[in-house]
């Protein structure tokens, strides 16, 4: 089954970068360098069933959204440094409401929390990673369909946003008793799949 991971970058720069200040001057671009490495890399590979989706909702010109597409990636590292470098190289591209290719895999567009899930909604279960939600073990053995993971950043999800995400979300899953960061949720999201699916 495919899987699908979204995050909301509240302060994530919406212009080309500096790749020696992501956490910064970048708005904390490195948590989302490492979101996307976790969600897509495995030892010696990527994730060919994986989409990632990151919203940038920082200055100057919010919002711009990047899709990274698992089995179209090439040349990609794990690394944030590198995963950075294919980010800022999409934000130099003069983007609308449609998505345009930067490299391979890697797409941008000017889309918004809801015209993303809008599009979204039709692919994928709508599911929101959340702290209080319930237990993902529970979730796992009814999971019918393909899944899109929301989390929020450093900040979690503004009011207005999570009033969003629940408009779309059938589930409310948390991960783990203790808050995490957005990396480290999705890596348990895909051990626990990955043991009750595969
Ligand atoms: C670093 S946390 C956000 C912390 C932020 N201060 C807040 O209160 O929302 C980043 C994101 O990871 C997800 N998250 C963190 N811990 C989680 C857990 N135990 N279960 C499910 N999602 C979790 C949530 O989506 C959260 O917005």
């Known amino acids: 089954m495919n899987r699908g991971f979204l995050i909301v970058g509240n302060k994530a720069v919406t212009k080309p970068f500096s790749l020696n200040d992501l956490a910064g001057s970048a708005g904390r671009m490195d948590i989302l360098c490492r979101f996307v490495a976790q969600a897509l890399f495995i030892s010696h590979g990527i994730r060919k069933n994986v989409e990632v989706y990151l919203l940038l909702l920082g200055e100057p010109k919010p919002p711009k959204a990047i899709k990274i597409v698992g089995k179209e990636v090439k040349t990609m590292a794990p690394d944030e440094r590198n995963i950075a470098g294919l980010i800022r190289k999409a934000l130099k591209?003069?983007?609308?409401?449609?998505?345009?290719?930067?490299?391979?895999?890697?797409?941008?567009?000017?889309?918004?929390?809801?015209?993303?899930?809008?599009?979204?909604?039709?692919?994928?279960?709508?599911?929101?990673?959340?702290?209080?939600?319930?237990?993902?073990?529970?979730f796992v053995k009814?999971?019918?369909?393909?899944?899109?993971?929301?989390?929020?950043?450093?900040?979690?999800?503004?009011?207005?946003?999570?009033?969003?995400?629940?408009?779309?979300?059938?589930?409310?899953?948390?991960?783990?008793?203790?808050?995490?960061?957005?990396?480290?949720?999705?890596?348990?999201?895909?051990?626990?799949?990955d043991r009750s699916t595969i």
């Open 93 to 138: 591209i003069e983007c609308n409401k449609n998505w345009k290719r930067s490299t391979s895999g890697i797409y941008i567009s000017k889309k918004n929390l809801k015209k993303l899930l809008d599009e979204l909604t039709n692919r994928y279960k709508i599911v929101y990673l959340k702290e209080t939600g319930k237990d993902i073990r529970n």
């Open 142 to 193: 009814q999971i019918d369909k393909d899944c899109l993971f929301i989390l929020g950043d450093h900040l979690g999800l503004s009011e207005e946003q999570e009033r969003i995400v629940k408009d779309y979300a059938s589930e409310v899953i948390s991960v783990s008793p203790i808050s995490l960061q957005a990396d480290q949720c999705v890596v348990i999201v895909h051990y626990e799949l």
